[in-house]
T-cell receptor, first 116, second 113 residues
Framework: AQSVTQLGSHVSVSEGALVLLRCNYS??????LFWYVQYPNQGLQLLLK??????LVKGINGFEAEFKKSETSFHLTKPSAHMSDAAEYFC??????????????FGTGTKLQVIP | GAGVSQTPSNKVTEKGKYVELRCDPI?????LYWYRQSLGQGPEFLIY????????DSGLPNDRFFAVRPEGSVSTLKIQRTERGDSAVYLC???????????FGQGTRLTVV
């Protein structure tokens, strides 16, 4: 079984401020973790992924996330928010078992608002 | 193809009608997923194909929903006797295999009136 919890359905930051979007996961097997971004009326685009290599993962648009097994977390950060970062962000988990790989399970999303 | 293609992009149907939604995955991708996204929600898993077979269909809400992938490429999601609660954006994604990410199409917005 696997699940994802995203804390905060809405986050507002000022332009230039730190962005921190929280994600905690639950997985009975070693997880693969993803962050996706969705702009209004568009599909989901991958920001970054963790697949058991380096625990600090860098993605597109200056975002990064750190896998912390002890905290079962995979929080998304960006040092300085830009107006173009306003979108909805989804954390997702995919586990692996002896029968192969499991489905990708998504969190409920966090809408990021950037205030000028 | 260059990306995952879903057709139609929008579909309006009357309650009780049958609809088919098509997904054309990225060429060579063996895994294909269907998700449903309601307003303000995250994508909800429906079904996952590995090749031609459904590896996990635990997300299909009831027997009105069915999906096929006969040749291991294009997939069709079929909904019988549509209900207003079926209105959502239906997302398709494909993947070349684990442990890679899924690549999403733009979705089909289904509205049942």
């Amino acid at each position: 079984a696997q699940s994802v919890t995203q804390l905060g359905s809405h986050v507002s930051v000022s332009e230039g401020a730190l962005v921190l979007l929280r994600c905690n996961y639950s997985s009975s097997v070693p997880p693969y973790l993803f962050w996706y971004v969705q702009y209004p009326n568009q599909g989901l685009q991958l920001l970054l992924k963790y697949t058991s290599a380096a625990t600090l993962v860098k993605g597109i648009n200056g975002f990064e996330a750190e896998f912390k097994k002890s905290e079962t977390s995979f929080h998304l950060t960006k040092p300085s928010a830009h107006m173009s970062d306003a979108a909805e962000y989804f954390c997702a988990v995919r586990g692996a078992n002896s029968g192969g790989y499991q489905k990708v399970t998504f969190g409920t999303g966090t809408k990021l608002q950037v205030i000028p | 193809g260059a990306g995952v293609s879903q057709t139609p992009s929008n579909k309006v149907t009357e309650k009780g009608k049958y609809v088919e939604l098509r997904c054309d995955p990225i060429s060579g991708h063996t895994a294909l997923y269907w998700y449903r996204q309601s307003l303000g929600q995250g994508p909800e898993f429906l079904i996952y194909f590995q090749g031609t077979g459904a590896a996990d269909d635990s997300g299909l809400p009831n027997d009105r929903f069915f999906a096929v992938r006969p040749e291991g490429s294009v997939s069709t999601l079929k909904i019988q006797r549509t209900e207003r609660g079926d209105s959502a954006v239906y997302l398709c994604a494909s993947s070349p295999g684990a442990p890679t990410e899924a690549f999403f199409g733009q979705g089909t917005r289904l509205t049942v009136v």
